[in-house]
């Protein structure tokens, strides 16, 4: 046993120095796959981890390459022979390899699998050849041979002797046979067409059964390995009375064909042999000879007519012709041998192969024209024209089928894809052979497109208005903005923003502020219709992309007012200390307009519609108020009997829900004369002391504007008498004269005179702190100014209006209280 491992290290160190180790073939297509193709050589039964190659240095590549492209073995045998080591780049024994096993007697022995690398793919071919090695013994079927001969056989006599298996091959499968002394026989081998040895025995001494019945040796079976492995059988021969006549095969040689598809026990062919002999000893029996174990369960044939029927599955992918040894043996025992060929004839029972090496579930819309979707590799078992394939994919998908190599193809792209329109693609691959009729097969690969931010948002509307009533509270939502994008994911995620903008000099988030996630804009402080009637802002909406896309919309806020403003009288003033009265004469007609009610109301619309009412008065038969107009008229005539002072109370509202509302006073004198309506008003008195000082304040004020006005005269002539003076000088001096006008004292049209008339209005009043001053003409005559508590209040009264008729007064005065 020692010396059987020391010979096998030896044959495996043999084979490791002169055995070609590995060959590389290279084909590289203008496609975005690599192929290479490796070849190595190992002997069967290497212990599990074994080197057998190193990849990376015979591929010429990386073996950080290998690592990123992540590399691995495919192939389409069910159990992995070995093992690609990425992080050394070598292929080693994954479990122990059993050539016989493998392959059987097919020899050269191999089998292949592909390495395939990512980013970008790769296809590399490895075929590994396993050589085999004297691991097995010839066995025969049975240890021992019996044989019944005839005494009378002839010298030359041959008897075919059962066969020896060795399941190695080449120079360690079977060689010869050796047989043991013996004077009657010598032993003679013969080859089959397939290198399969079987030995005959010739008789070269006639039989004597009365000498010698029973015949005994050894046949010993030798292979050619080193150590040499042998198996032995012992034949036991029974001599049999006298058969003079073997049988004879008509044929020497017979052909049949078959379809693989045959049933069971259907017919072949009929062999035929014939015997001299008569009665027992020309009765003939059929075969088989030396039929192999694989070949047992397949054919059948009747021992008394020859003919030869299928028992089994034939299938022209695992053996296309079948050589059969059939024997023809008489009762006698002797024999002859023939020899059948069955020809299997190939069918189309084999639909093509389709297996996905590698496929990226996930592509993305960008992805440019040609990209690489899928390699797959086609076989179909079936040969010629049945073999022979077309693959296509279901129409209108902007995909193609290229073919890289033999058997291998490529799904590759067409065109530009948009995933907002179609997000995934359902791809059909159909396989179909050219055999009759077709077989075809079909894989379904699902295809992800992936997106890229190539959409900017959109709102629903190009411009969004909202109503918000006035006085609001803060925080309030005052309308929803909303947009959507096309694409998916993150890259449709949308983020709301309010851009910078400036309402009235403030910026507009002192205003509003937006939800970044919900686009609620809602109102960041109380709005005031009576400051701003609307506000613009822009809000932006922009993806969660890199880089991100965005698109903006104005959102137009208009301000509704609110009935939040009551009216404001401007017309009569409502004074403090002083009567203001409106006259009106006795002799007044029906419909006289004693004065009119001026209000107003800062809101606006309804809310700003007045209305006058007359609420309270001393008569309310004498005067009416215009609804709409507040002008305060009488309705009917004026008597005597009417009292000289009237009060009326004016109710102003305005149209607002609720409505606002406010109330002016206006005192009416009725009377033709002012003593008559300063009878009437005396008792409105006031405290002695205060009118006086009011004189007082009156007087002062009427001193000092006569003092400034005298002044201005008094400077304007002295300027006028220096200016000619000036001249004069000017005029007799040999110097030229350059006249010198102070600013703002010539006019345009070079006149010399001021360009501006100036006119004093001078407010006279009892009491000065409590009165208002304008400046400009002379107010209505109808408007009365007293003053009850003076004495020589008519005289004044009558001396200043004297003042006010004259045309030609450079003094206008006007009081109002």
């Known amino acids: 046993m020692a010396g059987g491992l020391l010979q096998r290290f030896k044959w495996r160190l043999f084979s490791r120095l002169w055995w070609p180790r590995w060959m590389i073939v290279c084909l590289v297509f203008f496609t975005s796959v690599a192929n290479c193709q490796i070849r190595y050589s190992i002997p069967e039964e290497m212990k599990k981890g074994s080197l057998i190659g190193n990849v990376a240095q015979d591929l010429g590549l990386d073996v950080k390459r290998l690592r990123s492209g992540r590399a691995r073995i495919v192939t389409e045998e069910s159990i992995q022979h070995v093992e690609l080591k990425t992080d050394k780049g070598i292929l080693v024994v994954k479990d122990r390899i059993d050539r016989e096993q493998l392959c059987g007697d097919v020899t050269p022995c191999s089998f292949s699998f592909e390495i395939i690398l990512e980013n970008p793919i790769e296809l590399h071919r490895v075929v590994v050849e396993i050589l085999d090695i004297n691991d097995h013994s010839p066995v025969f079927r049975n240890n021992r041979i019996k044989m019944e001969i005839s005494e009378s056989a002839v010298i030359g006599s041959r008897f075919v002797l059962e066969s020896a298996d060795d399941p190695d091959v080449g120079v360690n499968a079977l060689q010869k046979y050796v047989l043991s002394t013996s004077d009657n026989f010598v032993l003679k081998e013969h080859a089959n067409p397939d290198g399969s040895k079987f030995a005959e025995l010739i008789l070269q001494k006639q039989l004597d059964r009365e000498e010698n019945s029973r015949l005994s ?13 042998s198996g032995t059988v012992n034949i036991d021969i029974t001599v049999l009375d006298a058969n003079d006549n073997p049988p004879v095969f008509n044929q020497s040689l017979y052909r049949a064909a078959v379809l693989e598809e045959s049933a069971l026990g259907t017919h072949i062919i009929t062999i035929n042999a014939t015997d001299a002999d008569s009665g027992s000893n020309g009765l003939v029996t059929y075969a088989f000879s030396n039929l192999k174990e694989n070949l047992a369960d397949m054919f059948k044939i009747d021992k008394n007519t020859g003919i030869i029927t299928i028992s089994g599955t034939l299938d022209y992918e695992k053996d296309k012709k079948y050589e059969i040894r059939v024997e023809a043996k008489d009762q006698g025992g002797l024999t002859d041998l023939s020899k059948v060929i069955i020809d299997v004839i190939d069918v189309n029972d084999n639909a093509p192969l389709l297996n996905v090496m590698s496929f990226s579930n996930t592509l993305s819309e960008d992805a440019p024209l040609g990209s690489t979707v899928a390699v797959f590799t086609v076989k179909d078992a079936d040969s010629e024209r ?37 997000p995934e693609y359902n791809i059909s691959i159909t396989a179909t052979d050219s055999g009759s009729p077709p077989l075809s097969s079909t894989i379904n690969l699902h295809l ?20 918000v009533t006035e006085n609001n509270s803060p925080g309030v939502c005052v309308i ?61 909406a922009q993806d969660g992309g890199s ?12 301000i509704q007012d609110q009935n939040d403003n009551a009216p404001q009288v401007l017309y009569p003033v ?20 004693v004065t009119k009610v001026v209000a107003v109301d800062v809101d606006s619309g ?29 309705i009917r005539q004026v008597t005597d009997k009417d009292s000289v002072k009237q009060r009326l109370t004016v109710f102003v509202e305005d149209n607002g829900q609720p409505s606002r509302s406010a109330t002016v006073t206006v005192n009416v004198a009725v009377a033709d004369s002012y003593p008559e309506v300063l009878s009437e008003f005396t008792d409105f008195t006031h405290d002695k002391e205060y009118n006086d000082n009011l004189t007082f304040y009156l007087v002062l004020a009427l001193a000092v504007v006569s003092f400034l006005f005298i002044t201005c005269l008094v400077v304007i002539i002295s300027v006028k008498i220096y200016r000619w003076r000036q001249s004069r000088i000017l005029y007799h001096s040999s110097l030229p004269v350059i006249p010198y006008y102070p600013p703002r004292y010539s006019d345009t049209l070079g006149t010399g005179t001021l360009p501006h008339v100036y006119n004093y209005e001078v407010c006279r009043t009892t009491d000065s702190r409590k009165s208002d001053c304008k400046f400009g003409t002379a107010g209505s005559q109808n408007v009365l100014i007293m003053d009850p508590s003076s004495t020589g209040t008519m005289q004044r ?21």
């Open 386 to 422: 049945n073999g022979q394939i077309t693959c296509s994919i279901n129409s209108r998908l902007p995909f193609k089928i290229k073919s890289s190599l033999t058997s291998y193809y490529s799904l590759v792209s067409d065109t530009e894809f948009d995933r907002e329109q179609t």
């Open 480 to 540: 929803t903005v909303s947009a959507y994008d096309s694409d998916w994911s993150n890259n449709a995620r949308i983020s709301y923003i309010l851009e910078d903008t400036e309402i009235g000099g403030f910026p507009g988030s002192t205003y509003v502020s937006v939800n970044s996630e919900t686009g609620v804009v809602s109102a960041v402080r109380s709005f005031d219709y009576e400051q701003i009637k609307q506000l613009h802002v822009v809000i932006k």
């Open 448 to 467: 992800r497109i992936s997106d890229i931010n190539d959409n900017a948002p959109v709102f629903h509307k190009s411009i969004y208005t909202a109503y």
């Open 606 to 634: 309804q809310n700003a519609w007045l209305s006058y009412k007359l609420q309270k008065a001393t008569d309310r038969a004498l005067f009416e108020v215009g609804l709409q107009n507040g002008e305060i008229r009488t």
């Open 797 to 817: 009264i009558q001396s200043e209006k004297n003042i006010l008729d004259e045309p030609d007064s450079p003094l206008e005065v006007s009081c109002g209280f």
């Open 547 to 558: 880089p991100p896309l965005s698109c903006n919309v104005t959102v137009k806020i208009v």
């Open 217 to 229: 040796f050894r046949m010993i079976a030798i292979d050619g390995g080193t150590p040499q492995r």
């Open 574 to 593: 409502q004074t403090g200390g002083s009567v203001v009265a409106e006259m009106v004469p006795r002799s007044a007609d029906v419909g006289y307009l």
